[in-house]
């Protein structure tokens, strides 16, 4: 079979660095000094999937062709071809990159027969073959598409919960276990966000395996304006932990949810970045706002005492409604380095009731396969639902 290979070089290079998503920031990020994120995933997801062909699980014994351009679109990425599989460039990557490469690279895949797409990504990225494809021609919109998440946001229904997952959901697709279903191509909407509003828009659909288990389905905005008691009950318990522990510093989490809580907090929190709250200096306590990765680290670091020991910290994040992500949507500038330095047992999931139906798990993609491990042996994360009112919510297995 042949699957095509599409990796946007440029998706979630500034993650860490506090962008909202890298369209057209690509070259200020790596001056900045951010590493590739889509391409590196993207070859984790390859690694699996050929260790997946060249097992039992492989039972139709199916042998693969890769296709792709060479270059930070396509080899750079995959692994050296084995016996089930292998890979046939159809060209080369350009030097500059922009979603006209994106399109005719996709076209080129659809003239070279691919039966499928496997990209590594964003949103963007997703908009950008979904578009092409729907362009092209009906049957060719009928290509279905397995994400691997490599941007910054991830809100639209083809991706895959992690690169593991991807190269799953890809082999049961050989395999033909798994059927395909129309899913939604998402994104913010970046008008309205200018605005300070976060509101996710549908922007069209595309096909892609359904699996549950695997696949992380479409964003989903869950929460009413009935709720205003219960996110104030949720505020109120935080207030209540910080005038009970002037030392506590709180990380606030992005989303909808927090920023309402910061409001009757009395904070003004950014919507789609992380802040700080900081101890009270002089019956005043010191708020950090939008922080990237490395002013995350910087003033964590400093919050010690006297003899260098952690002060208290606690990390305040809501999962997103419709995938149950807690991190790696949207938040990257939680990097591994600053998960541990926070700790993970420091970490405290905020939910409303709209939100907590139908999720039975919560998950978690650092980035990192060895943290990830640490939390899937923790097992379980503690959610706040209201007022001095928690329970604790299972980790998904990755």
Same mark, same amino acid.
């Given at each position: 079979?042949?699957?095509?290979?599409?990796?946007?070089?440029?998706?979630?290079?500034?993650?860490?660095?506090?962008?909202?998503?890298?369209?057209?920031?690509?070259?200020?990020?790596?001056?900045?000094?951010?590493?590739?994120?889509?391409?590196?995933?993207?070859?984790?997801?390859?690694?699996?999937?050929?260790?997946?062909?060249?097992?039992?699980?492989?039972?139709?014994?199916?042998?693969?062709?890769?296709?792709?351009?060479?270059?930070?679109?396509?080899?750079?990425?995959?692994?050296?071809?084995?016996?089930?599989?292998?890979?046939?460039?159809?060209?080369?990557?350009?030097?500059?990159?922009?979603?006209?490469?994106?399109?005719?690279?996709?076209?080129?895949?659809?003239?070279?027969?691919?039966?499928?797409?496997?990209?590594?990504?964003?949103?963007?990225?997703?908009?950008?073959?979904?578009?092409?494809?729907?362009?092209?021609?009906?049957?060719?919109?009928?290509?279905?598409?397995?994400?691997?998440?490599?941007?910054?946001?991830?809100?639209?229904?083809?991706?895959?919960?992690?690169?593991?997952?991807?190269?799953?959901?890809?082999?049961?697709?050989?395999?033909?276990?798994?059927?395909?279903? *129309?899913?939604?191509?998402?994104?913010?909407?970046?008008?309205?966000?200018?605005?300070?509003?976060?509101?996710?828009?549908?922007?069209?659909?595309?096909?892609?395996?359904?699996?549950?288990?695997?696949?992380?389905?479409?964003?989903?905005?869950?929460?009413?304006?009935?709720?205003?008691?219960?996110?104030?009950?949720?505020?109120?318990?935080?207030?209540?932990?910080?005038?009970?522990?002037?030392?506590?510093?709180?990380?606030?989490?992005?989303?909808?949810?927090?920023?309402?809580?910061?409001?009757?907090?009395?904070?003004?929190?950014?919507?789609?970045?992380?802040?700080?709250?900081?101890?009270?200096?002089?019956?005043?306590?010191?708020?950090?706002?939008?922080?990237?990765?490395?002013?995350?680290?910087?003033?964590?670091?400093?919050?010690?005492?006297?003899?260098?020991?952690?002060?208290?910290?606690?990390?305040?994040?809501?999962?997103?409604?419709?995938?149950?992500?807690?991190?790696?949507?949207?938040?990257?500038?939680?990097?591994?380095?600053?998960?541990?330095?926070?700790?993970?047992?420091?970490?405290?999931?905020?939910?409303?009731?709209?939100?907590?139906?139908?999720?039975?798990?919560?998950?978690?993609?650092?980035?990192?396969?060895?943290?990830?491990?640490?939390?899937?042996?923790?097992?379980? *994360?503690?959610?706040?639902?209201?007022?001095?009112?928690?329970?604790?919510?299972?980790?998904?297995?990755?």
């Amino acid at each position: 079979m042949r699957i095509g290979i599409v990796v946007n070089p440029d998706a979630g290079l500034g993650g860490r660095l506090g962008f909202k998503g890298s369209d057209g920031r690509a070259a200020e990020a790596r001056a900045a000094g951010a590493e590739d994120r889509a391409g590196p995933r993207m070859n984790l997801a390859l690694k699996a999937l050929q260790s997946l062909l060249s097992s039992s699980l492989n039972r139709s014994d199916v042998d693969l062709e890769c296709l792709g351009w060479s270059g930070r679109m396509g080899d750079t990425w995959v692994p050296e071809s084995t016996e089930k599989m292998s890979f046939t460039s159809l060209g080369s990557t350009p030097t500059e990159t922009s979603f006209e490469e994106t399109s005719q690279l996709v076209q080129a895949l659809v003239d070279a027969g691919a039966e499928a797409i496997l990209y590594a990504g964003g949103d963007g990225t997703t908009r950008d073959i979904a578009n092409t494809l729907e362009s092209i021609s009906k049957e060719a919109q009928e290509i279905p598409l397995i994400g691997v998440p490599g941007g910054v946001k991830m809100h639209s229904g083809c991706f895959a919960t992690t690169p593991k997952a991807a190269a799953e959901v890809t082999l049961a697709f050989l395999l033909g276990d798994l059927r395909c279903a *129309i899913t939604e191509v998402m994104d913010l909407d970046e008008e309205i966000y200018q605005e300070g509003i976060w509101k996710v828009r549908m922007y069209g659909e595309a096909w892609t395996p359904s699996s549950p288990r695997f696949m992380q389905g479409a964003k989903e905005q869950v929460e009413r304006t009935s709720e205003s008691d219960t996110i104030e009950g949720l505020a109120q318990h935080v207030e209540s932990l910080l005038s009970s522990q002037d030392d506590l510093m709180v990380i606030w989490g992005s989303g909808g949810t927090l920023r309402r809580m910061g409001e009757f907090c009395g904070e003004k929190l950014t919507l789609l970045g992380i802040d700080v709250l900081g101890p009270a200096e002089n019956g005043q306590r010191q708020s950090h706002t939008d922080l990237n990765e490395q002013q995350l680290l910087e003033v964590i670091a400093k919050h010690v005492d006297e003899n260098g020991n952690q002060r208290p910290r606690l990390l305040l994040l809501s999962p997103m409604g419709g995938q149950g992500f807690l991190i790696g949507r949207g938040n990257l500038q939680l990097s591994p380095d600053v998960l541990r330095m926070i700790g993970i047992d420091n970490i405290l999931g905020v939910a409303t009731p709209a939100k907590l139906i139908g999720l039975n798990a919560v998950r978690i993609d650092t980035g990192e396969v060895e943290l990830d491990q640490v939390f899937q042996t923790k097992r379980f *994360i503690k959610i706040l639902q209201g007022f001095r009112t928690t329970r604790l919510i299972r980790i998904e297995e990755a």
